[in-house]
Structure formats: structure tokens, C-alpha cells
């Protein structure tokens, strides 16, 4: 069974951390929204959402108006799911233009990454293996790669902090190289 499997990410741009993954073999528009409902919980919301015009997120093809819920005002949206967005969890939602990577590019690096330290090098059986393994890239990106998002400083792991006031100590440098992936790709971290 060759069967297709589709990841979803939800990244906060302003950190470049992947918030939220979600796998399935088939995306709707349902799933979507419950993805999103996940990726914000205890009505932590954004004030906006970035996507892809996606023909899930149900396509209007041109703007099209839809009567607000107080029924005076009426907004335009490009697809049902700004609609959703807008009426149901009071987030702007901003297709990016067909055909334009690059309107989202932290994103689509993420993704690039992916598929190069992962699809490329594992044979995914069950979707539970793709999502253990996208979850393990993920705290991969979010902690241990180093990117401008985190000014270039990976976070440190609990206690790898030396107390404070007191000084470093005058001795070589240990690292120890941590795998991630199965040793695919190592972390490296001070001793």
C-alpha cells in the first residue's frame, strides 16, 4: 500500500518555532480547523494565520462576501476557512498568492529541511512512524538548530546552566554529540 501522507505545521514566524504538527492521509477542511483549534489552546490565539491557498481550505476562487454573525456587516473572504478564521476564532487569515513560496519562506525552509533529513532517509510503514519521527525533528528545530529566530542560540536544556555568580570553569571544552533521528543528525551541546 503506496498510500500518500500530508503534514501540516504551524509555525510562530516571529521565533521560527513549529508550534503545532499534525499527519494524516486525508486533509480536509475539518481537520484543518481542528488542527488549528489544537495549535491554539486556552484561547491563545494570533491575530493572524498565514496559509496556503490550498484547495482543503474550500477555495472560493474570488472574494466572496459572507454575512457576519450579527447579521449588519458583511467581510469577503477568499476561502471558508478565513471565513471560519475570522467568525470563529477571531484570527485574520492571509493566503499566501498562488504559486509564491516564497510570501512564506521560515516555513518552507522548515519543510525543506524535512524532507531532506527524513523523507530522503527513512521508509515510513504507519503514520505513527511519520509522526514520531516529524514530532523528533521538530523539538530538533525548535531547541537544537541554530537559526536567527533564537539570535542564533539554541535553548538550554534544563541545568546546563552554570549557577549564577559563579564563574566558568578554566578547563578545555567538553561536547557531546547528542543523535537525533536515530544518529541521522547529532546535536551538539557543551558537556
Known sequence: DRSVRHVLAVMAV???RIVHVGVTDHPTLEWVKQQIRDATPYDHVPRFLL?????IFGQFG???????SD??????YRCALDGWLDQVMGIQGLPIPYGAPNASPHIERFFRELRQECRRHFLFFTEAQLRRTVQ??????????VHQGIQGIPEPEPGALAPPGRPPPI?????EARP???????DYRLA
Open 180 to 186: 537525533v533521528l536515530g544518529g541521522l543528525i547529532h
Open 14 to 16: 516571529g521565533t521560527r
Open 171 to 175: 578547563s578545555p571544552v567538553q561536547i
Open 51 to 55: 496559509h496556503d491557498n490550498d484547495a
Open 62 to 68: 474570488r472574494r466572496r462576501p459572507v454575512a457576519a
Open 136 to 145: 523528533e525533528f521538530t523539538v530538533y528545530h525548535n531547541g537544537s538548530r
Open 71 to 76: 447579521g449588519r456587516t458583511s467581510r469577503s
